[in-house]
């Protein structure tokens, strides 16, 4: 059972468009929202994180859109650019949990 | 700081032979963990380990141990690989001080004949 479920499993974007990650959780005592960015060859590594105190984050050209009642939390990557290619991972656990739950991933390819 | 490192990077076994994953992490973190990743299935969880002389399993425990020799080393053993076993292996400890980040190794890549 896939505790977050992650879409779309691939995604093709012009350079300088958004690009837009969604997943989703069951889950209502998950706290910790993380987006791990993977390049080929390479662990995870984090991107960008949230806790549902705050219903948007932003860093740079990445968001995170919260929707605690819809239980859904997005990735926002604005001006996308080649070297953004990657694969990209959403997360969610709750404080205290030693366990991360991660959805299936996003192939992520901007194109020039 | 090396950061999370992993032996070997690559390696290729035949049905029913044994190995051992090594990981090592030098940012004194107390938890550690080891995630297989397989196409379309995302990052599953084998086993963690909270602190030093404890482990528990994970999502997808079953053909695996581990052993926590010491606070900086999580090693992972396959008993009697299997077909099913090849993929790629992280290692990962987490620094819950700071974002609650998990540090991911580089990888290795099995396949099992």
């Known amino acids: 059972q896939q505790q977050v479920k992650q879409s779309p499993q691939s995604l093709i974007v012009q350079k300088g468009g958004i690009s837009i990650i969604n997943c989703a959780y069951e889950?209502?005592?998950?706290?910790?929202f993380p987006w791990y960015q993977q390049f080929p060859g390479k662990g995870p590594a984090l991107l960008i994180a949230?806790?549902?105190?705050?219903s948007e984050k932003k860093e740079g050209r990445f968001t995170i859109s919260f929707n605690k009642s819809a239980k859904q939390f997005s990735l926002h990557i604005m001006d996308s650019q080649p070297g953004d290619s990657a694969t990209y991972f959403c997360?969610?656990?709750?404080?205290?949990?030693?366990?991360?739950?991660f959805g299936t991933g996003t192939r992520l390819t901007v194109i020039p | 700081n090396a950061g999370v490192t992993q032996t070997p990077k690559f390696q290729v076994l035949k049905t029913g032979q044994s190995m051992t994953l090594q990981c090592a992490q030098d940012?004194?973190?107390?938890?550690m963990y080891w995630y297989r990743q397989d196409p379309g299935m995302g990052l599953r969880l084998i086993y963690y380990?909270?602190?030093?002389?404890?482990?528990d399993k994970g999502e997808v425990p079953n053909g695996y141990n581990v052993s926590r020799l010491n606070k900086r080393e999580f090693s992972l053993r396959l008993e009697s690989a299997a077909p099913s076993q090849t993929s790629v292996y992280f290692c990962?400890?987490?620094?819950?001080?700071?974002?609650?980040?998990?540090?991911f190794g580089p990888g290795t890549r099995l396949t099992v004949l």
């Open positions: 949230i806790r549902p105190d705050v």
């Open positions: 990962a400890s987490r620094d819950r001080t700071y974002r609650d980040t998990q540090y």
């Open positions: 940012m004194n973190h107390n938890s």
């Open positions: 889950n209502t005592a998950f706290d910790y």
């Open positions: 380990s909270a602190s030093e002389g404890t482990t």
């Open positions: 997360a969610a656990s709750k404080s205290g949990a030693n366990n991360l739950f």
